[in-house]
Protein backbone atom coordinates (compact mmCIF):
# COMPACT_ATOMS: atom_id res chain seq x y z
CA UNK A 1 0.00 0.00 0.00
CA UNK A 2 1.50 3.12 -1.15
CA UNK A 3 1.96 5.68 2.07
CA UNK A 4 4.04 8.43 0.89
CA UNK A 5 3.31 10.64 -1.98
CA UNK A 6 5.84 12.97 -3.30
CA UNK A 7 6.82 15.71 -5.92
CA UNK A 8 9.65 16.47 -7.71
CA UNK A 9 12.01 19.57 -7.54
CA UNK A 10 10.60 20.72 -10.54
CA UNK A 11 6.64 20.28 -9.10
CA UNK A 12 7.76 23.03 -6.81
CA UNK A 13 5.02 25.97 -7.22
CA UNK A 14 6.37 28.83 -9.28
CA UNK A 15 3.42 31.23 -7.57
CA UNK A 16 2.30 32.43 -4.47
CA UNK A 17 -1.65 31.71 -3.86
CA UNK A 18 -2.93 35.19 -2.66
CA UNK A 19 -6.49 34.40 -1.04
CA UNK A 20 -7.05 38.53 -0.55
CA UNK A 21 -7.64 37.98 -4.38
CA UNK A 22 -10.87 35.86 -3.26
CA UNK A 23 -12.54 36.52 -0.51
CA UNK A 24 -16.09 37.06 -0.72
CA UNK A 25 -15.74 40.64 1.41
CA UNK A 26 -12.40 42.49 1.30
CA UNK A 27 -10.41 42.40 4.55
CA UNK A 28 -10.28 45.29 6.53
CA UNK A 29 -6.81 47.19 6.25
CA UNK A 30 -4.16 47.61 8.65
CA UNK A 31 -4.61 51.31 10.14
CA UNK A 32 -2.78 54.02 11.90
CA UNK A 33 -3.38 54.20 15.65
CA UNK A 34 -3.17 58.15 15.48
CA UNK A 35 -5.44 58.92 12.71
CA UNK A 36 -7.49 55.64 12.57
CA UNK A 37 -6.95 56.02 8.66
CA UNK A 38 -5.70 52.89 6.42
CA UNK A 39 -1.95 52.99 6.89
CA UNK A 40 -0.52 54.32 3.52
CA UNK A 41 2.16 51.87 2.14
CA UNK A 42 4.67 54.47 2.79
CA UNK A 43 4.33 54.08 6.60
CA UNK A 44 5.23 50.84 6.28
CA UNK A 45 8.62 51.24 4.87
CA UNK A 46 10.08 52.22 8.23
CA UNK A 47 10.45 48.92 9.51
CA UNK A 48 9.87 46.53 5.83
CA UNK A 49 11.48 46.91 2.42
CA UNK A 50 8.92 48.37 -0.33
CA UNK A 51 8.92 45.21 -2.20
CA UNK A 52 7.48 43.14 0.63
CA UNK A 53 5.12 46.25 1.55
CA UNK A 54 3.98 45.61 -1.68
CA UNK A 55 3.09 41.95 -1.48
CA UNK A 56 1.61 42.51 2.09
CA UNK A 57 -0.83 44.41 0.24
CA UNK A 58 -1.33 43.00 -3.69
CA UNK A 59 -4.47 42.50 -4.43
CA UNK A 60 -2.78 39.83 -7.52
CA UNK A 61 -4.00 36.22 -6.79
CA UNK A 62 -0.18 34.75 -7.76
CA UNK A 63 2.71 36.13 -7.00
CA UNK A 64 5.63 34.57 -8.58
CA UNK A 65 8.62 32.58 -6.90
CA UNK A 66 11.66 34.38 -7.78
CA UNK A 67 14.02 31.33 -9.13
CA UNK A 68 16.17 32.66 -6.74
CA UNK A 69 14.33 31.34 -4.03
CA UNK A 70 12.87 27.98 -5.93
CA UNK A 71 16.37 26.77 -5.87
CA UNK A 72 16.60 27.56 -1.87
CA UNK A 73 13.49 25.82 -1.64
CA UNK A 74 14.58 22.70 -3.89
CA UNK A 75 16.57 21.70 -0.51
CA UNK A 76 13.70 20.46 0.72
CA UNK A 77 10.66 20.84 -1.04
CA UNK A 78 8.35 19.51 -2.31
CA UNK A 79 7.99 18.02 1.48
CA UNK A 80 6.22 14.77 1.50
CA UNK A 81 2.60 13.71 1.99
CA UNK A 82 2.32 10.72 4.07
CA UNK A 83 -0.53 8.78 4.80
CA UNK A 84 -0.88 7.82 8.43
CA UNK A 85 -1.95 4.22 8.71
CA UNK A 86 -0.20 3.13 11.89
CA UNK A 87 -1.82 5.89 14.01
CA UNK A 88 -5.07 4.86 12.03
CA UNK A 89 -4.91 1.35 13.24
CA UNK A 90 -3.39 2.25 16.74
CA UNK A 91 -6.89 4.55 16.44
CA UNK A 92 -8.40 1.74 14.62
CA UNK A 93 -10.57 4.00 13.49
CA UNK A 94 -12.31 3.73 9.78
CA UNK A 95 -10.71 7.26 9.01
CA UNK A 96 -8.15 7.87 6.50
CA UNK A 97 -5.32 10.33 7.94
CA UNK A 98 -2.99 12.09 6.03
CA UNK A 99 -0.45 15.02 6.95
CA UNK A 100 1.76 16.95 4.58
CA UNK A 101 5.66 16.72 6.59
CA UNK A 102 7.11 20.49 6.69
CA UNK A 103 9.62 19.35 9.30
CA UNK A 104 12.19 18.03 6.87
CA UNK A 105 13.50 21.50 6.59
CA UNK A 106 16.90 22.03 7.16
CA UNK A 107 16.03 24.52 10.50
CA UNK A 108 12.85 21.50 11.22
CA UNK A 109 9.50 23.77 10.37
CA UNK A 110 7.91 25.17 7.68
CA UNK A 111 9.09 28.49 8.99
CA UNK A 112 11.62 28.64 6.37
CA UNK A 113 9.09 28.76 3.64
CA UNK A 114 8.89 32.69 4.26
CA UNK A 115 11.93 33.37 5.65
CA UNK A 116 13.82 32.22 2.57
CA UNK A 117 11.97 35.10 0.44
CA UNK A 118 11.92 37.38 2.90
CA UNK A 119 15.80 37.71 3.51
CA UNK A 120 15.65 37.56 -0.31
CA UNK A 121 14.02 40.60 -0.87
CA UNK A 122 15.28 42.18 1.77
CA UNK A 123 18.80 41.34 -0.07
CA UNK A 124 17.50 42.93 -3.02
CA UNK A 125 16.28 45.49 -1.78
CA UNK A 126 19.62 46.96 -0.32
CA UNK A 127 18.73 45.71 3.59
CA UNK A 128 22.23 44.74 5.59
CA UNK A 129 20.56 43.27 8.84
CA UNK A 130 17.05 42.02 9.60
CA UNK A 131 16.10 42.20 13.47
CA UNK A 132 13.07 39.84 15.00
CA UNK A 133 11.30 37.95 17.69
CA UNK A 134 10.59 34.17 18.55
CA UNK A 135 9.25 32.07 20.51
CA UNK A 136 10.25 28.96 20.46
CA UNK A 137 13.01 29.15 17.94
CA UNK A 138 11.65 28.00 15.30
CA UNK A 139 11.44 31.59 13.39
CA UNK A 140 14.42 32.42 14.71
CA UNK A 141 16.55 29.58 13.89
CA UNK A 142 14.74 29.80 10.34
CA UNK A 143 15.38 33.41 9.73
CA UNK A 144 19.09 32.92 11.13
CA UNK A 145 19.20 30.29 8.53
CA UNK A 146 18.19 32.94 5.76
CA UNK A 147 20.37 35.83 6.61
CA UNK A 148 23.35 33.45 6.43
CA UNK A 149 22.43 32.38 3.05
CA UNK A 150 21.82 35.55 1.67
CA UNK A 151 24.58 37.09 3.98
CA UNK A 152 22.51 39.11 5.69
CA UNK A 153 23.19 39.89 9.64
CA UNK A 154 20.39 38.88 12.06
CA UNK A 155 19.63 39.79 15.48
CA UNK A 156 16.94 37.94 17.18
CA UNK A 157 14.97 38.77 20.25
CA UNK A 158 14.16 35.71 21.70
CA UNK A 159 10.83 34.66 24.54
CA UNK A 160 12.74 34.71 27.67
CA UNK A 161 11.02 31.71 29.04
CA UNK A 162 11.84 29.85 25.35
CA UNK A 163 15.48 30.92 25.55
CA UNK A 164 15.63 28.58 29.50
CA UNK A 165 13.42 26.08 27.85
CA UNK A 166 15.19 25.83 24.33
CA UNK A 167 18.80 25.53 24.70
CA UNK A 168 19.37 24.22 21.41
CA UNK A 169 17.30 26.47 19.14
CA UNK A 170 19.58 29.09 20.60
CA UNK A 171 22.41 27.00 19.22
CA UNK A 172 21.03 26.54 16.10
CA UNK A 173 20.44 30.29 15.89
CA UNK A 174 24.32 31.02 16.93
CA UNK A 175 25.67 28.07 14.36
CA UNK A 176 23.60 29.95 11.56
CA UNK A 177 25.80 32.84 12.70
CA UNK A 178 22.44 34.83 14.04
CA UNK A 179 22.75 37.44 17.49
CA UNK A 180 20.37 35.96 20.06
CA UNK A 181 18.68 38.09 22.95
CA UNK A 182 16.43 36.81 26.08
CA UNK A 183 13.61 39.63 25.56
CA UNK A 184 12.94 41.02 27.40
CA UNK A 185 16.12 41.93 27.66
CA UNK A 186 18.27 45.15 28.43
CA UNK A 187 19.14 46.09 24.90
CA UNK A 188 15.85 48.05 24.24
CA UNK A 189 13.99 51.07 26.12
CA UNK A 190 10.69 49.02 26.52
CA UNK A 191 12.68 45.51 27.69
CA UNK A 192 14.50 47.84 30.73
CA UNK A 193 11.27 49.35 31.43
CA UNK A 194 9.96 46.14 31.86
CA UNK A 195 12.75 44.32 33.54
CA UNK A 196 12.98 47.33 36.31
CA UNK A 197 8.90 46.33 37.04
CA UNK A 198 9.17 42.66 37.00
CA UNK A 199 12.92 41.16 36.51
CA UNK A 200 11.28 37.85 36.54
CA UNK A 201 8.96 39.18 33.10
CA UNK A 202 8.76 35.51 31.48
CA UNK A 203 8.37 37.74 28.14
CA UNK A 204 6.17 36.73 25.35
CA UNK A 205 5.89 37.41 21.55
CA UNK A 206 4.60 40.59 21.77
CA UNK A 207 7.32 41.65 24.04
CA UNK A 208 9.43 40.50 21.69
CA UNK A 209 7.90 41.98 18.23
CA UNK A 210 8.14 45.42 20.37
CA UNK A 211 11.70 45.17 21.55
CA UNK A 212 12.93 43.96 17.70
CA UNK A 213 10.74 46.92 16.09
CA UNK A 214 12.82 49.36 18.51
CA UNK A 215 16.34 47.75 17.21
CA UNK A 216 15.15 47.97 13.62
CA UNK A 217 14.07 51.89 13.76
CA UNK A 218 17.14 52.63 16.00
CA UNK A 219 20.10 50.82 13.69
CA UNK A 220 20.65 51.62 10.39
CA UNK A 221 20.43 49.47 7.35
CA UNK A 222 17.87 47.30 9.28
CA UNK A 223 14.55 45.71 8.66
CA UNK A 224 12.33 43.90 10.76
CA UNK A 225 11.33 40.33 9.22
CA UNK A 226 7.79 38.91 11.17
CA UNK A 227 7.81 34.91 10.68
CA UNK A 228 3.68 34.84 10.94
CA UNK A 229 0.79 36.76 10.74
CA UNK A 230 1.03 39.18 7.99
CA UNK A 231 -0.64 38.92 4.57
CA UNK A 232 3.24 38.42 3.01
CA UNK A 233 3.68 35.51 5.59
CA UNK A 234 0.86 33.96 5.01
CA UNK A 235 1.21 33.82 1.20
CA UNK A 236 4.62 32.83 1.12
CA UNK A 237 3.47 29.34 3.13
CA UNK A 238 0.77 28.64 0.57
CA UNK A 239 3.29 26.39 -1.28
CA UNK A 240 2.56 23.97 1.25
CA UNK A 241 -1.42 23.61 0.09
CA UNK A 242 -0.55 23.97 -3.68
CA UNK A 243 1.42 20.99 -3.02
CA UNK A 244 -1.21 18.79 -1.26
CA UNK A 245 -3.54 19.96 -3.34
CA UNK A 246 -1.26 17.64 -5.99
CA UNK A 247 -0.33 15.00 -3.96
CA UNK A 248 -4.21 14.46 -1.92
CA UNK A 249 -4.79 13.96 -6.13
CA UNK A 250 -2.05 11.06 -6.21
CA UNK A 251 -3.43 9.43 -3.34
CA UNK A 252 -7.13 9.22 -5.25
CA UNK A 253 -8.84 11.04 -2.16
CA UNK A 254 -10.62 14.24 -1.03
CA UNK A 255 -10.31 15.65 2.33
CA UNK A 256 -13.04 15.80 4.03
CA UNK A 257 -11.49 17.93 7.53
CA UNK A 258 -8.25 19.58 7.24
CA UNK A 259 -6.30 20.60 10.13
CA UNK A 260 -3.57 23.04 10.93
CA UNK A 261 -1.93 24.36 14.34
CA UNK A 262 -2.42 28.18 14.77
CA UNK A 263 0.19 30.26 16.64
CA UNK A 264 -0.35 33.47 14.50
CA UNK A 265 -2.00 31.39 11.99
CA UNK A 266 0.50 30.96 8.88
CA UNK A 267 1.05 27.11 8.54
CA UNK A 268 -2.29 26.82 8.68
CA UNK A 269 -2.90 29.66 6.40
CA UNK A 270 -0.13 27.90 4.15
CA UNK A 271 -1.87 24.55 3.99
CA UNK A 272 -5.84 25.77 3.89
CA UNK A 273 -5.64 28.98 1.80
CA UNK A 274 -5.25 26.92 -1.30
CA UNK A 275 -8.23 25.03 -0.23
CA UNK A 276 -10.21 27.79 0.41
CA UNK A 277 -9.50 28.88 -3.02
CA UNK A 278 -11.05 25.62 -3.74
CA UNK A 279 -13.93 25.85 -1.89
CA UNK A 280 -14.54 29.54 -3.32
CA UNK A 281 -14.57 28.75 -6.68
CA UNK A 282 -15.18 24.80 -7.39
CA UNK A 283 -18.09 24.67 -4.39
CA UNK A 284 -16.03 21.97 -2.03
CA UNK A 285 -17.07 21.15 0.95
CA UNK A 286 -13.94 20.80 3.25
CA UNK A 287 -14.43 21.57 6.68
CA UNK A 288 -10.73 23.75 7.94
CA UNK A 289 -10.24 23.78 10.95
CA UNK A 290 -7.54 25.87 13.09
CA UNK A 291 -6.31 24.19 16.72
CA UNK A 292 -4.83 26.41 18.67
CA UNK A 293 -3.68 26.09 22.77
CA UNK A 294 -6.61 26.49 25.83
CA UNK A 295 -3.98 28.78 26.93
CA UNK A 296 -3.81 31.06 24.50
CA UNK A 297 -7.45 30.72 22.66
CA UNK A 298 -7.86 33.66 20.26
CA UNK A 299 -9.95 32.36 17.58
CA UNK A 300 -12.27 30.35 20.34
CA UNK A 301 -12.43 33.16 23.12
CA UNK A 302 -10.56 36.16 21.74
CA UNK A 303 -12.66 39.50 20.17
CA UNK A 304 -12.52 40.19 16.64
CA UNK A 305 -11.45 44.03 16.80
CA UNK A 306 -8.65 46.58 15.85
CA UNK A 307 -5.65 45.52 18.02
CA UNK A 308 -1.80 46.41 17.90
CA UNK A 309 0.50 43.35 17.21
CA UNK A 310 2.82 44.06 19.74
CA UNK A 311 2.48 44.89 23.53
CA UNK A 312 4.59 48.49 23.23
CA UNK A 313 1.71 49.55 20.75
CA UNK A 314 4.63 50.51 18.06
CA UNK A 315 2.53 48.35 15.40
CA UNK A 316 -0.62 49.66 13.04
CA UNK A 317 -3.52 48.39 14.14
CA UNK A 318 -4.92 45.14 12.67
CA UNK A 319 -8.25 43.55 12.63
CA UNK A 320 -8.11 40.65 14.48
CA UNK A 321 -9.13 37.92 17.11
CA UNK A 322 -7.88 39.08 19.88
CA UNK A 323 -7.03 38.22 23.70
CA UNK A 324 -5.41 41.95 24.04
CA UNK A 325 -2.27 43.41 23.12
CA UNK A 326 -1.07 43.12 26.58
CA UNK A 327 -1.98 39.73 27.06
CA UNK A 328 1.26 36.96 28.67
CA UNK A 329 -0.02 33.79 28.04
CA UNK A 330 1.30 31.02 30.59
CA UNK A 331 4.16 29.55 29.90
CA UNK A 332 2.98 26.53 27.75
CA UNK A 333 5.17 24.37 25.90
CA UNK A 334 4.12 24.93 22.46
CA UNK A 335 5.93 28.63 22.90
CA UNK A 336 4.98 29.27 18.99
CA UNK A 337 1.52 29.47 19.94
CA UNK A 338 2.37 32.01 22.56
CA UNK A 339 0.27 35.08 20.32
CA UNK A 340 -2.18 37.39 22.03
CA UNK A 341 -3.67 37.46 18.37
CA UNK A 342 -4.24 35.77 14.92
CA UNK A 343 -3.48 36.77 11.43
CA UNK A 344 -6.00 39.15 9.69
CA UNK A 345 -6.46 37.04 7.12
CA UNK A 346 -7.38 34.12 8.88
CA UNK A 347 -9.01 36.27 11.42
CA UNK A 348 -11.61 37.33 8.44
CA UNK A 349 -11.81 33.47 6.86
CA UNK A 350 -13.14 32.32 10.45
CA UNK A 351 -15.55 35.35 10.66
CA UNK A 352 -16.69 34.74 7.02
CA UNK A 353 -17.43 31.34 8.02
CA UNK A 354 -14.50 29.73 5.57
CA UNK A 355 -13.13 28.02 8.73
CA UNK A 356 -13.83 27.09 12.83
CA UNK A 357 -11.42 26.81 15.44
CA UNK A 358 -11.14 24.32 18.05
CA UNK A 359 -8.85 24.46 21.40
CA UNK A 360 -6.63 21.92 23.27
CA UNK A 361 -5.47 22.32 26.69
CA UNK A 362 -1.44 20.86 26.60
CA UNK A 363 -1.93 17.65 28.35
CA UNK A 364 -4.37 16.39 25.90
CA UNK A 365 -1.78 17.72 22.83
CA UNK A 366 1.08 15.55 24.30
CA UNK A 367 -1.03 12.75 24.83
CA UNK A 368 -1.60 13.14 20.81
CA UNK A 369 1.87 13.91 20.41
CA UNK A 370 3.40 10.26 22.01
CA UNK A 371 0.81 8.12 20.62
CA UNK A 372 1.81 9.80 17.17
CA UNK A 373 5.31 9.18 17.34
CA UNK A 374 4.79 5.63 19.08
CA UNK A 375 2.94 4.71 15.45
CA UNK A 376 4.18 7.10 13.14
CA UNK A 377 7.90 7.64 14.42
CA UNK A 378 7.90 11.09 13.86
CA UNK A 379 8.23 13.05 17.34
CA UNK A 380 5.71 16.28 16.26
CA UNK A 381 6.92 19.65 17.57
CA UNK A 382 4.82 20.82 20.23
CA UNK A 383 3.00 23.21 18.16
CA UNK A 384 2.14 20.97 15.34
CA UNK A 385 1.33 18.42 18.39
CA UNK A 386 -2.23 20.74 18.45
CA UNK A 387 -2.82 19.60 15.34
CA UNK A 388 -3.18 16.09 16.08
CA UNK A 389 -4.72 16.25 19.05
CA UNK A 390 -7.97 17.40 16.98
CA UNK A 391 -7.34 14.58 14.42
CA UNK A 392 -7.62 12.36 16.61
CA UNK A 393 -10.60 13.77 18.22
CA UNK A 394 -11.85 13.74 14.55
CA UNK A 395 -10.73 9.85 14.07
CA UNK A 396 -12.20 8.37 16.85
CA UNK A 397 -15.72 10.70 16.34
CA UNK A 398 -15.40 8.77 12.68
CA UNK A 399 -14.89 5.31 14.58
CA UNK A 400 -17.58 5.93 16.80
CA UNK A 401 -20.07 6.85 13.75
CA UNK A 402 -18.78 4.34 11.73
CA UNK A 403 -17.59 6.48 8.68
CA UNK A 404 -14.66 6.70 6.46
CA UNK A 405 -13.84 10.19 6.80
CA UNK A 406 -10.94 11.55 4.89
CA UNK A 407 -8.57 14.23 7.68
CA UNK A 408 -5.28 16.09 6.63
CA UNK A 409 -3.39 18.16 8.93
CA UNK A 410 0.03 19.81 8.71
CA UNK A 411 2.88 18.13 10.94
CA UNK A 412 4.39 21.90 10.72
CA UNK A 413 7.60 20.47 12.46
CA UNK A 414 9.76 18.07 14.18
CA UNK A 415 9.80 18.13 18.14
CA UNK A 416 13.85 16.51 18.42
CA UNK A 417 14.63 20.01 19.79
CA UNK A 418 11.51 19.71 22.49
CA UNK A 419 12.24 16.86 24.21
CA UNK A 420 12.75 18.26 27.58
CA UNK A 421 8.91 18.85 27.24
CA UNK A 422 8.24 15.47 26.52
CA UNK A 423 10.28 14.63 29.25
CA UNK A 424 7.99 16.46 31.57
CA UNK A 425 4.77 14.70 30.31
CA UNK A 426 6.13 11.49 30.24
CA UNK A 427 6.87 12.02 34.44
CA UNK A 428 3.73 12.96 35.16
CA UNK A 429 4.56 16.72 35.47
CA UNK A 430 2.95 18.43 32.93
CA UNK A 431 0.23 20.57 33.95
CA UNK A 432 -2.62 22.29 32.32
CA UNK A 433 -2.43 25.91 32.18
C1 LIG B 1 6.51 24.02 14.37
C2 LIG B 1 5.64 25.21 14.51
N1 LIG B 1 4.35 25.12 14.12
C3 LIG B 1 3.52 26.16 14.25
C4 LIG B 1 3.94 27.37 14.78
C5 LIG B 1 2.95 28.47 14.92
O1 LIG B 1 3.11 29.52 14.04
P1 LIG B 1 2.11 29.77 12.85
O2 LIG B 1 0.73 29.80 13.44
O3 LIG B 1 2.52 31.06 12.28
O4 LIG B 1 2.29 28.65 11.89
C6 LIG B 1 5.26 27.53 15.16
C7 LIG B 1 5.74 28.83 15.68
O5 LIG B 1 6.83 28.98 16.13
C8 LIG B 1 6.12 26.42 15.04
O6 LIG B 1 7.40 26.52 15.41
Not at 116 to 122: G, K, L, M, R
Not at 230 to 251: D, F, P, W, Y
Not at 286 to 297: K, Q, T
Amino acid sequence: MQTRFSLTQADIPKAWYNLLADFPEPLPPPLHPGTKQPVPPEALTAIFPENLVQQEMTPERWVEIPEEVRQIYAMWRPTPLLRAVRLEKALQTPAHIYYKYEGVSPAGSHKVNTSVPQAYFNKVAGTKRLATETGAGQWGSSLALACKLFGLECNVYMVKVSYQHKPYRRMLMHTWGASVHPSPSDLTDYGRKLLAEDPHCPGSLGIAISEAIEDTVKHPNTKYSLGSVLNHVCLHQTVIGQESIRQMEMAGEEPDMIFGCCGGGSNFAGLVFPFIRQKIVEGKKYRLVGVEPSACPSLTKGELRYDFGDTAETTPLLMMYTLGHKFIPPSIHAGGLRYHGMSPMVSHALKLGLIEAEAYHQTEVFEAATLFAQSEAIVPAPESAHAIAAVVKAAKQAREAGQKKVLLFNLSGHGLLDLSAYETYLTGKLQDA
